[in-house]
């Protein structure tokens, strides 16, 4: 089993930043990629990031490319979303995720763990 516990979401600003984090405990596999996703209201959970274990490739949905950034500490078992330039659409609640795989994956059905979730609120 793997527990995945977010925090650090809250009320922003436009135009203002928040990181999210997210520590994994348990019987963490360090070769699976993470992402996260979010949900916002009256909206299915959709993809934000992703990153392999080594942290050495990434992919975000184009809704937040160039505002988002992903990492990764393996060795404190942690997975991070640094968000800039927020806007009012990205009110949603972010969970992380461990996928199933080695590779990048895009799609929900290919994670098995999820965190609680952490809320974002962005005002304008």
């Known amino acids: 089993q793997v527990q995945l516990v977010e925090s650090g979401g809250g009320l922003a600003q436009a135009g203002g930043s928040l990181r999210l984090s997210c520590e994994a405990s348990?019987?963490?596999?360090?070769?699976?990629?993470m992402g996260w996703f979010r949900q916002g209201p009256g909206k299915e959970r959709e993809f934000v990031a992703a990153?392999?274990?080594?942290?050495?490739?990434?992919y975000y949905a184009s809704s937040v490319k160039g505002r988002f950034t992903i990492s990764r500490d393996n060795a404190k078992n942690t997975l991070y979303l640094q968000m800039s330039s927020l806007k009012p659409e990205d009110t949603a609640l972010y969970y992380c995720?461990?996928?199933?795989?080695?590779?990048?994956?895009?799609?929900?059905?290919?994670?098995?763990?999820w965190g609680q979730g952490t809320q974002v609120t962005v005002s304008s």
């Open positions: 995720a461990k996928s199933r795989l080695v590779s990048i994956r895009t799609s929900p059905s290919e994670y098995d763990y």
């Open positions: 990153i392999t274990w080594s942290g050495g490739i990434t």
């Open positions: 348990g019987r963490t596999f360090r070769i699976d990629s």
